[in-house]
Nanobody, 119 residues
Framework: QVQLVESGGGSAQAGGSLRLSCVPP??????????WGWYRQAPGKQRELVIGLNREGEMMYGEDVQGRFTMTRDKSKNMIYLQMDGLKPEDTAVYYC???????????WGSGTQVTVSS
């Protein structure tokens, strides 16, 4: 079972920044072979899209993150990043990296990383 590997996260104060990273394990597949996304799940809530980036470079934003969150990819490192600025307490959640491998039409997930924002 392929699982994406996430790093980063932790705690920040409101208005602060954090950066999350994501990479396929052992570089199983390259960035160009998948559509990528970051999701989050707060306690008692459903998992929701934070930001998505497809192979064409088109960005999709979840609610209330555009202008604060940015998703980038570094092909040389085969890594995906989520830069989170202007954090708010309501951004507190477990954040998951996701990749849809196009050739298999299969979605892969990371194990999740906790982000906690205090006021």
């Amino acid at each position: 079972q392929v699982q994406l590997v996430e790093s980063g996260g932790g705690s920040a104060q409101a208005g602060g920044s954090l950066r999350l990273s994501c990479v396929p394990p052992a570089n199983v597949f390259g960035l160009d072979l998948a559509d990528w996304g970051w999701y989050r799940q707060a306690p008692g809530k459903q998992r929701e899209l934070v930001i998505g980036l497809n192979r064409e470079g088109e960005m999709m934003y979840g609610e209330d993150v555009q202008g604060r969150f940015t998703m980038t990819r570094d092909k040389s490192k085969n890594m995906i990043y989520l830069q989170m600025d202007g954090l708010k307490p309501e951004d507190t959640a477990v954040y998951y990296c996701s990749a849809v491998l196009i050739v298999l039409s299969k979605r892969y997930w990371g194990s999740g990383t906790q982000v906690t924002v205090s006021s």
